[in-house]
């Protein structure tokens, strides 16, 4: 169950105001696409948001920040003129995602059937399906697609074989080939409406992730741990919010965990620290026998009651782990009296309140664009609002304080959850 907010500061933690300067670590998920693209999407959804909300956001351009990116964001309200100043940072990881990019099409279907197949043999699959089966059925469409291909395969051939003795060569020829075709054509669009060849990349590399860590990636994480910690340290920064979107929500909580390992008093400096998770598949590593210290880092986080870390998630996006407490692994053998409470807080974002049916229908039937709405604006102001969270006034504590969390959610879980 996630934890209430705390109304007053936590014993050892300075007393703290309104947010002037902030310093955003962003962790995009499993994606080629650098910062170019991150940058270009957050300033065109800013402004967009900006009208809604009524407030001016204006975004500088993006520039080298050593081995990352940024751009500077200011933030200032249309009635009191009050601003925010946050320097938005794309910790970049990218190029491992590209050099960890299947490409050709023999290559990815072979990707695609080793993945399930493993997924399936060391039993995380049946975990998933017992957790969610929108996360199951988006991690096992992409192999039943190709196999129901290759049987439509067969029996294309079987009836132009059969037609060929009834109606001649070019009869049975022409069925077969025009069968194909439109084989193919649907499964193209397949692919295209729900992304499968993404998932089924990002879901290769979380299997090695887990199986030998990716020495490259782990090097990156310790970096990234390092360069909280000295955000955190600086005195002329009220909130340092740490990001994380789909997987990448797995390196934002691992870069946390870390940095609470370097630096005992990360909580306590002036800065405020909070973790924010968006779309997040955490089970998807944190289901892996292997994953040993990733379940540790996990658990780091949950036995941290004073970490502000909320965790957002939309029942209609099917590439994510809606509505699930992604430490509820860490309780896996332990007795109910000796569960540990804390957590990430659990909110939905509640997209159907933010747009008109015309417009929440499509963002539903569109799963790439669902998946990424987290980072884009909305017709109508909610309860959520990424732009406003990552670049005005409130702290992410604040800011969703008095928005009840979900304790439990149980809509989507199948053979009785999963087990502990």
């Known amino acids: 169950m996630a934890p209430l907010p705390n109304a007053a500061p936590p014993a050892g933690r300075p007393a703290r105001g309104p947010v002037r300067r902030r310093h955003v670590l962003y962790l ?158 649907w499964a193209r669009r397949a692919q295209a409406r729900v992304q499968m060849a993404w998932l089924m990349r990002s ?90 210290g990733f379940r540790r880092e996990l658990a780091r986080l949950r036995g941290t009651a004073e970490l502000t870390w909320i965790d957002v998630t939309a029942p209609p996006d099917g590439c994510c782990f809606a509505l699930v407490d992604p430490t509820e692994v860490c309780e896996d053998g332990r007795p109910d009296t000796e569960r540990t409470l804390a957590g990430p807080k659990r909110v939905s974002p509640r997209f159907a309140r933010c747009f008109s049916p015309e417009t929440y229908r499509a963002v539903r039937r569109d799963k790439y664009r669902c998946h990424f709405q987290y980072l884009m604006a909305v017709e109508r102001p909610g309860n959520y609002d990424y732009f406003e969270i990552s670049a005005g006034p409130q702290r992410l504590s604040e800011r969703f304080a008095a928005q009840p969390g979900v304790a439990s959610f149980t809509d989507f879980q199948c053979l009785g959850g999963p087990r502990r």
């Open 28 to 185: 995009s998920g499993f994606d080629p696409q650098g910062p170019s693209h991150y940058h270009a999407l957050y300033a065109e959804q800013a402004a967009l948001q900006a009208q809604v909300s009524r407030y001016r956001l204006t975004v500088g351009p993006r520039e080298r920040a050593g081995p990352n990116a940024a751009w500077d964001i200011e933030w200032c309200a249309a009635d009191d003129g009050a601003s925010v100043h946050t320097r938005y940072e794309f910790l970049r990881w990218d190029d491992i995602v590209r050099a960890h990019w299947p490409r050709g099409q023999w290559r990815l279907l072979g990707v695609t059937l080793a993945t399930t197949a493993r997924l399936l043999v060391n039993g995380s699959l049946w975990r998933i399906l017992q957790t969610s089966w929108p996360a199951f059925l988006a991690l096992t469409l992409p192999a039943a697609l190709l196999l129901a291909c290759v049987g439509g395969v067969f029996v294309l051939g079987a009836a132009g074989t059969l037609l060929a003795g009834v109606a001649g060569t070019w009869v049975g020829g022409a069925v077969f080939v025009l069968g194909c075709a439109g084989l193919a054509a």
């Open 203 to 292: 879901a290769s590399v979380v299997l090695r992730q887990a199986r030998d860590g990716l020495p490259e990636l782990q090097a990156r994480l310790d970096s990234f741990a390092a360069q909280l910690c000295e955000c955190a340290a600086r005195p002329d920064v009220d909130e340092v919010l740490v990001v994380g979107h789909s997987s990448g929500a797995m390196l934002a909580a691992s870069v946390v965990a870390r940095a609470l390992e370097l630096d005992a008093a990360l909580l306590r400096h002036r800065a405020s620290v909070a973790l924010l998770t968006l779309g997040q598949c955490i089970p998807l590593l944190s289901y892996q026998a292997e994953a040993v």
